[in-house]
Structures are given as structure tokens and as C-alpha cells.
């Protein structure tokens, strides 16, 4: 993998606001995606070859994981790697996937179809973070699955193999939980369904029809039917929840244009270009080209609900950045599901706002953001959260006149390891290691 650089080895950042933010960018290769792409390319039979991959230290922990079940892993760098499948035997050791929800929800899916004995683990936040929510189907489906708290917290312990298909409706809408039943679903007797509150996004739903799988979507239904994957090449597009930073970047600053290039398009990824449209953004998302450009704005503030939440899942901290500037007052909710992400988002972000001066309140599903404020500098804590950490420091770089410390920056590596580079070019912010 691409080694990190001193800045996003260093516990804290230092950066000094308020200035233009301008230029064009690519951000990383889509986080969701690439974890997916990964396991697929594990389960499939023949050869893969992923371009385009996320380089940040969740999707390593995911291919590092997969090498544990026999398939063979050559990585070019530069986000090209080859992948050798199927998966041969057991994971020979424990699969310690760092800070990464996604990967470790995945996998579990994985290792359910799985003949032996897998073991599942995760960085100190990630084992805080609830697992009932996969495990409780994939026991329906025939695995058994165990860990702390009566298994919903990790390490998990999953043995798999005889699996039968189910059809299950989710009491929340998570791509998470779909994306794990589905995959066990290749190796069950029967088809798999699931039937969702609220559609999500569906990289899972196309990608295994890329690799070959026999899927059905039928508005939120999707259904699986067992069979085996075969190894195809792809290229994982830009990440639109990075872009996201850079849009409510260009929106904080008084001279803000930024164009974001090369972008995933599909279904539910781009829900927060529709938000800050609605807030009254100068923001384009050229399908035709996957270019997102946003020019500064006068915002207003945004009634945001349960029906918002599973496109905007990943967004909500900056867009509340957003409401911060804007006017009027914006709720949130229906975003219960935040509380149990790599911090309780929620109550971070709040307490992210306030510390740059925004007068904000929590409920139990969401916040209320007092717009109109005019950002102080700020000391933040991240509580190794990457998307809190990238959140403040747009802010402080393009909205808080004075200097704003980040705690906690090297979660940013987790899905953004060049962030703190890409800031500096494009806001001309001076950035400093703080020990």
C-alpha cells in the first residue's frame, strides 16, 4: 500500500483559515466500492484485476483479510491490484479489520457462506460498534455467529457453511446489512431477499451482477439466487462522499470554486448534491462527465428527515457544517443509525459545531443547527472519526479566521490519507504536525 505521509502519521493538525478555496481535484477510489470490489473478486473464480482502489487503511484491511482464506493478492500500487480467486479454505488467522464498518459487516457475510471457523475483529471503535443488526439474519440464514454482548459487538466468531436462503425486511435501511445477506446468499440453497424501508445504495446489487450473479431488483426488493462469481476487471470511480468536503468547502469560502472530477454516478451516492441545491448551492453534477463543481454561496437552511438519511448517511457532519453558515435553522432526524458509526456521529458533530461557535442542539435521532453563525477557530476533537476530522478542518481552513487544531488526524487515513495535501493546494492553508 501507499505509504502515509508525516502529516496524516501525526496525532493532531494545526490549520490557519479563512481563505479562498480553488482549483480541480480526484478524490480516492470510492471506500464502498472498493470493499466490495475486494470480496467479490475473493469469491469469484479466475483472475480480477481492481483498478482505481481505495488507498486508504480500511480497504487494506479488508485485502489483507481475504489473503487470509488462501486467495492470492498482487498489488501493481497505484490502486491496481490483482486478485486471485476463489476462496480456498478457512481464514488461517484473525481478520483484524482496523476501523472499517463496511469491511467487517461484509465479511462477515463472506465467512458465513463459508465452511469453518472465521474469526472477526476491529480497531477499539470499531468493536463498540453494533453487530446484532448482520448477525441476527445470518443466524436465520444458518451460521452461527457469537461475540461480545450475546453477539452484537466484536470480535465476532462466525462458523459458517449450510446456509439456506430467507427473505428479510430490515427494521432500518442499511446497505450494510443488505450487501452482507446478499453475499452470503451466493453460497445459500434457495434465493435470498431482501426487503428494505427506504432504498439503498446499490453497488452490491450492480457489482454482482458484474461478477456474474443472477440478482433481481423490484423497487425495494432485491433478491440473489445461489451460484458462483467469475472474476472480471474494474475500475473503482471517485468517491462522492470525499467530494462532499470539497463542495461545503467551496460554499464556507468568500471565494470558492472547486471542481471535483471523475466521480461515481449510481443510485444514492450523490443525495448531498440534491441537499445543498435545496440549501440554494451553486453546485453541478455533470452526469455525462462525473464532474461536480461548486462555486460559494448564500445558503439556507434545510429540513432534512428519515427519508433523507440513507443518501446523505455519510454526509450528514459537513452538510451540518454547511447549516451552520446558513440561514435560518435546519433539523435533523431520523439519523438515529449516526450514533453507532465510528463515533456517535451525532453527538460529535454537535459537539464539532459548537466548538467553532454554533449554537446547536441533540435529539435522540438527529440535531437542530442554528444558521447564520460566523465561524470561530476551534479546537475539535475527532474521536477517531475520520469524517468529523475532514470536517473540521474544511472549516477551519475556509471559514474560521485564525488558527483550528484537529485531534485525532490520523483516523483521516482510514479513507483519505492524502486529505491534508489536497487542502493546503487548494485553499492555500498552511498545515502543521502537532505532537
Not at 476491529?122 to 461475540?147: F, H, K, N, S, T
Not at 450494510?176 to 439503498?200: D, F, I, N, Y
Request: with cysteine; proline share 4%.
Amino acid at each position: 500500500m501507499t505509504a502515509a505521509s508525516p502529516l496524516d502519521a501525526a496525532s493532531s493538525l494545526r490549520v490557519s483559515g479563512a481563505g479562498p478555496a480553488r482549483g480541480s481535484l480526484h478524490v480516492p477510489g470510492d471506500k464502498s466500492i472498493s470493499h466490495r470490489a475486494v470480496l467479490m473478486a475473493a469469491m469469484a473464480h479466475g483472475s480480477s484485476v481492481i483498478t482505481g482502489l481505495s488507498r486508504g487503511h480500511d480497504v487494506a484491511h479488508t485485502l489483507r483479510a481475504i489473503e487470509h482464506f488462501g486467495v492470492v493478492v498482487t498489488d501493481a500500487g497505484e490502486g491496481r491490484v490483482r486478485v486471485e480467486g476463489p476462496i480456498q479454505h478457512e481464514p488461517v488467522a484473525v481478520l483484524d479489520h482496523g476501523n472499517a464498518g463496511t469491511g467487517i459487516r461484509l465479511t462477515a457475510g463472506v465467512c458465513a457462506g463459508v465452511d469453518g471457523l472465521s474469526v472477526l475483529t476491529g480497531d477499539q471503535y470499531l468493536c463498540r460498534r453494533p453487530m446484532e443488526r448482520i448477525a441476527a439474519p445470518l443466524r436465520m440464514m444458518g451460521a452461527a455467529v457469537d461475540g461480545r454482548e450475546r453477539g452484537n459487538l466484536a470480535p465476532l466468531v462466525i462458523r459458517g457453511g449450510s446456509l439456506q436462503g430467507i427473505t428479510y425486511a430490515p427494521k432500518e435501511a442499511s446497505a450494510q446489512v443488505k450487501s452482507a445477506l446478499l453475499l452470503a446468499g451466493l453460497s445459500a440453497k434457495g434465493k435470498t431477499t431482501v426487503e428494505e424501508v427506504h432504498p439503498t445504495r446499490r453497488h452490491t446489487e450492480e457489482m454482482l451482477t458484474e461478477f456474474g450473479a443472477r440478482v433481481n431488483v423490484d423497487g425495494r426488493r432485491v433478491t440473489v439466487e445461489p451460484g458462483e462469481l467469475t472474476g472480471t476487471d474494474l475500475a473503482v470511480p471517485g468517491d462522492p462522499s470525499q467530494a462532499a468536503f470539497w463542495a461545503v468547502a467551496a460554499l464556507l469560502a468568500d471565494e470558492g470554486e472547486i471542481v471535483v472530477e471523475d466521480l461515481y454516478p449510481g443510485f444514492g451516492r450523490s443525495d448531498f448534491v440534491g441537499v445543498l441545491e435545496r440549501m440554494g448551492a451553486d453546485i453541478d453534477f455533470d452526469l455525462s462527465t462525473s464532474t461536480l463543481t461548486v462555486r460559494s454561496s448564500r445558503l439556507r437552511a434545510v429540513e432534512l428527515t428519515a427519508e433523507d438519511i440513507p443518501g446523505i448517511v455519510d454526509e450528514v457532519p459537513v452538510l451540518a457544517m454547511a447549516a451552520a453558515v446558513a440561514e435560518g435553522t435546519t433539523v435533523i432526524s431520523g439519523a438515529g443509525d449516526l450514533r453507532a458509526k465510528e463515533s456517535d456521529r451525532i453527538a460529535s458533530t454537535a459537539a464539532m459545531l459548537r466548538e467553532f461557535g454554533v449554537e446547536v442542539a441533540e435529539t435522540a435521532d438527529g440535531m437542530v443547527i442554528e444558521g447564520g453563525a460566523r465561524l470561530r477557530p476551534a479546537r475539535v476533537d475527532s474521536h477517531g472519526d475520520h469524517r468529523i476530522a475532514m470536517t473540521a478542518a474544511v472549516a477551519g481552513a475556509c471559514a474560521a479566521e485564525g488558527t483550528t487544531v484537529i485531534e485525532g488526524w490520523d483516523s483521516v487515513a482510514t479513507s483519505y490519507p492524502r486529505f491534508a495535501e489536497d487542502l493546503m493546494r487548494l485553499t492555500g492553508t498552511a498545515a502543521e504536525v502537532v505532537a
